[in-house]
């Protein structure tokens, strides 16, 4: 079966520090991969998304960078986190071929 | 990126009672999708729309497909407490890499 798993499921890290969250999505090859940011009370904002290995687009600048080393492995990262940075962060998935996209459960990020 | 109004913002209403939110874009879309979300989750995907005009049913959860391809409805009938959560509508256009991009959400409130 089809999955996507996304850790780890809170964080809590200080200003200044690096971030690495982490999406795998089993069950499927050659998916396009999204990364999401919901603000507290807010809708889900796209960041990046990744039709295959190695190509990754912004949607919009910031603070953030991400990487697909693997074709079904989607990382989400900083060098240095911003307070601004917390938020929950969603990892989205779209299989090859379908017009559905589907999420993992998310991790809350708490800079302080 | 591309904004979607979606509204209400937020609504209480008893159970029982028929619940309507709808989404309006700037921008054409192939495809209209209703997630729901519940606190620390990641979005359920509800109902998928891909025909200008069609209307779907999920229970009793019924979503149509705007004709001019801009807008979404989406409809609650019966109201129960467990349909409390934030509604998500997002939009996809197949041209552009499938990326989807979310409405600002309709936060439920059922009212036992």
């Known amino acids: 079966s089809q999955t996507i798993h996304q850790w780890p499921a809170t964080l809590v890290q200080p200003v200044g520090s690096p971030l690495s969250l982490e999406c795998t999505v089993e069950?499927?090859?050659?998916?396009?991969l999204y990364w999401y940011r919901q603000a507290a009370g807010r809708g889900l904002q796209l960041l990046f998304y990744?039709?295959?290995?190695?190509?990754i687009s912004s949607e919009v600048p910031q603070n953030l960078s991400a990487s697909r080393p693997q074709d079904r492995q989607f990382i989400l990262s900083s060098k240095k986190l911003l307070l601004s940075d917390s938020g929950f962060y969603l990892c989205a998935w779209l299989p090859l071929g379908n017009t559905e996209a589907f999420f993992g459960q998310g991790t809350r990020l708490t800079v302080v | 990126g591309q904004q979607l109004n979606q509204s209400p913002q937020s609504m209480f209403i008893q159970e029982g009672e028929d619940v309507s939110m709808n989404c309006t874009s700037s921008?054409?879309?192939?495809?209209w999708l209703w997630y729901k979300q519940d606190p620390g989750e990641g979005p359920v995907l509800l109902i998928a729309l891909y025909k200008a005009g069609e209307l779907t049913s999920n229970g009793r959860l019924t979503a149509q497909f705007g004709i001019t391809r801009k807008d979404s409805f989406l409809n609650i009938s019966a109201s129960i407490p467990s349909d409390v959560g934030i509604y998500f509508c997002a939009g996809q256009w197949s041209g552009n890499f499938n990326k989807f991009y979310f409405g600002s959400g309709t936060k439920l409130n059922v009212k036992p």
């Open positions: 921008s054409i879309f192939n495809t």
């Open positions: 069950g499927t090859s050659n998916p396009n």
């Open positions: 990744s039709v295959g290995i190695g190509q």
